[in-house]
């Protein structure tokens, strides 16, 4: 069939691994009806199959031999990796669908050159999303991992054109698909500076992003402007870059906030038009 | 320096159920396995958050090991600074403070 939606949301672990210490409750549950809206937008879609383009955090990936882009080829993957009464979200598998995977992998290795594994670990960047958008786990997952970790970093046209081949393999499909781009945008996630968020930089990334302005989302610097004003969590607009550039159409910001802090993100969910 | 290694280690242990029963029954053999300075094996031997932090061990992995030894979320930040306090500024790698070790959440503060 084709791609039939296409979205962006945090992932960061707190969200439910620290549900509990919120102070905010409201906002807390404002977000989280969001990413219940966004599930109920993607069902409505009929997809039958999520990518979820990811920011993998050294799961499956090591300096050893890390990919710039790599996809899940597998019928079942398993998550979370991290400690389940830490991030709250427990142990379990996740459908995947290996044959699908396999036509989608091909499809983007005519433009882009891109990793593919059999064997997969969640870890938050993917179960968190999971937890909120197909809760019964009953959908196929198949997750795309951009390096947003170990540098040097998947540029950023590079990201974006990751996103253009996943778009043109969907629609080689005959499946209905949905994608999501998984990160946080501003962030100093894992550091003592955690919770520290830069709003106005958000904001104007996210104009960007929802205006699908390429070139304004290129010219940002990791090395000085992102690291910076946005830290090193901030290299994550990467998946963001590619689940906009899949879509096509413009963008609209669904939910923002800079109020839940102890999520260490700003907390994010918009979708795009299919275009 | 061997950060390479260390993180390697870390990497291997937070992903795989064999080696977490190996840093729970044998760590000294386990330690032994990688190339590691005096000061990064004690940092290991010990769960010193603190000095893997300003070792230069990514966030992300340095995060998912603290969450293996159980260690509850206000207290893995605080160990990180610390560990600034004690050792000095992070040696390597693009996870350093940049807060001044101050807290960016109401929550931490109202503890």
């Given at each position: 069939m084709s791609l039939v939606y296409a979205g962006v949301l945090s992932h960061a672990p707190g969200i439910t691994g620290r549900a509990d210490l919120v102070k905010n409750v409201a906002r807390r549950d404002e977000f989280y009806r969001m990413l219940d809206h966004q599930r109920e937008e993607i069902e409505a879609s009929g997809a039958e199959a999520l990518v979820v383009i990811a920011a993998e955090?050294?799961?499956?990936?090591?300096?050893?031999?890390m990919p710039a882009f790599c996809i899940g080829m597998s019928d079942a993957y398993e998550g979370p990796i991290e400690d389940p009464g830490w991030l709250k979200i427990a142990r379990t598998r996740v459908p995947g669908n290996a044959d699908l995977s396999k036509r989608v992998i091909?499809?983007?290795?005519?433009?882009?050159?891109c990793a593919y594994a059999e064997?997969?670990?969640?870890?938050?960047?993917?179960?968190?999303?999971?937890?909120?958008?197909?809760p019964r786990y009953d959908m196929a997952v198949i997750p795309a991992n951009i390096n947003c970790q170990g540098p040097p970093l998947t540029p950023l046209a590079r990201a974006w054109a990751?996103?253009?081949?996943?778009?043109?393999?969907?629609?080689?499909?005959?499946?209905?698909?949905?994608?999501?781009?998984?990160?946080?945008?501003?962030?100093?996630?894992?550091?003592?500076?955690?919770g520290k968020i830069n709003e106005a930089w958000d904001r104007e990334f996210l104009d960007h992003l929802m205006a699908?302005?390429?070139?304004?989302?290129?010219?940002?610097?990791?090395?000085v402007q992102t690291y910076r004003d946005a830290g090193q969590g901030g290299f994550e607009i990467r998946t963001y870059l590619a689940a906009a550039a899949a879509a096509g159409g413009p963008g609209e910001l669904q939910y923002y906030t800079?109020?839940?802090?102890?999520?260490?993100?700003?907390?994010?969910?918009a979708r795009f038009a299919i275009d | 320096m061997s950060l390479y290694q260390l993180q390697k280690f870390l990497y291997v242990l937070n992903r795989e159920p064999a080696a977490q029963r190996r840093y729970r029954d044998d760590l000294d053999g386990l330690i032994a396995d990688y190339e590691l300075t005096d000061e990064e094996a004690r940092a290991l031997r010990d769960g010193d958050i603190g000095l893997l932090y300003v070792l230069g061990v990514n966030g992300q992995i340095l995060m998912h090991y603290a969450a293996?030894?159980?260690?509850?979320?206000?207290?893995?930040?605080?160990?990180?600074?610390?560990?600034?306090?004690?050792?000095?500024?992070?040696?390597?790698?693009?996870?350093?403070?940049t807060g001044g070790g101050a807290s960016f959440t109401e929550e931490e503060g109202a503890r």
């Open positions: 955090h050294f799961a499956n990936f090591f300096m050893n031999n091909t499809a983007v290795m005519q433009t882009v050159d064997e997969w670990k969640f870890d938050h960047g993917i179960m968190v999303p999971l937890h909120f958008l197909t990751f996103g253009e081949a996943l778009r043109r393999a969907c629609d080689a499909q005959p499946e209905k698909i949905a994608l999501v781009g998984t990160g946080g945008i501003s962030h100093w996630p894992a550091t003592p500076d955690s699908q302005d390429r070139d304004a989302l290129m010219r940002y610097d990791d090395d800079a109020e839940l802090p102890i999520f260490a993100v700003g907390c994010t969910v | 293996f030894l159980g260690i509850a979320w206000f207290d893995y930040l605080d160990f990180m600074r610390e560990g600034i306090e004690r050792h000095g500024p992070v040696r390597a790698g693009v996870y350093a403070m």
